[in-house]
């Protein structure tokens, strides 16, 4: 399994471009891959997706975290250039998208074979759990509702081996104790802590970032 950070406040590569929001494409062995998150803006998407080699129209599913404009800003650009994805929100995203079939998400979900959601929490935001080799990776947006409740129900799908997104302004640190991967993203406020504390596991985010799991 392969994360590559499409979308970021930071970059890793000079030839992509930066912005507030959050994309990243999760591929998995036998499955079409899988966007998690769309970034703000549509433009910026398609040109780090074309920088980093990645074909819009190879996206078999996109799943929105939430209904910030950062992260659900770039869903119309890319849906133009990809009419057949599968496409899961969270039910706080509202009204559904024209011709296209959309699983609105509460409760968690299978979506792909080793891929789950894990629902959607305190009515606002849904994340990823994905099933590696090492343990559960969760994927997160911006975490609203709260890192350790995303970890409480990611940890429903095995034992959590690391985190990977927006943290927010999560200060409870001693929560991530035992993680072996904490690539911190996009809003996360205290990041150069989290780094000082787990500089084993500590991996900082940026576009262009590739997770081999
Ligand atoms: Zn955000
Ligand atoms: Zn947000």
Redesign the pocket.
């Known amino acids: 399994m392969k994360i590559t950070i499409v979308y970021d406040n930071c970059t890793t590569k000079p030839s992509l471009k930066t912005d507030w929001g959050f994309s990243c494409l999760i591929e998995t062995e036998g499955g079409a891959p899988i966007l998690f998150d769309t970034g703000a803006d549509g433009a910026i998407l398609l040109h780090n997706m074309e920088e980093l080699g990645i074909n819009p129209g190879d996206i078999g599913t996109i799943v929105i ?4 404009g ?2 659900a800003g770039g869903l119309q650009d890319i849906l133009e250039v990809n009419k057949d994805a599968e496409i899961y929100v969270p039910d706080s995203l509202g009204a559904g998208i024209r011709g296209r079939r959309v699983t609105t998400v509460r409760q968690p979900v299978q979506i792909s074979e080793n891929v789950f959601s894990t629902g959607e929490l305190n009515g ?2 849904q994340s990823l759990a994905l099933k590696t080799d090492k343990g559960i990776v969760v994927v997160v ?2 975490s ?1 509702p709260g890192v350790g409740a995303i970890l409480d129900a990611a940890s429903e799908f095995g034992e959590v081996y690391g985190i990977v997104g ?1 943290f ?1 302004g999560f200060s409870d640190f001693d929560r991530l104790r035992g993680l072996s991967l904490i690539c911190t993203c996009h ?1 996360t406020q205290y990041k150069s802590e989290l780094g000082q504390l787990f500089p084993e596991q500590y991996i900082a985010c940026g576009a262009g970032l590739e997770l081999e799991l």
Do not use: K, N, P
């Not at 975290?65 to 910030?68: E, I, L, M, T, Y």
């Open positions: 975290s939430h209904a910030h950062d992260h606002v935001e947006g911006c609203h927006g927010h809003c």
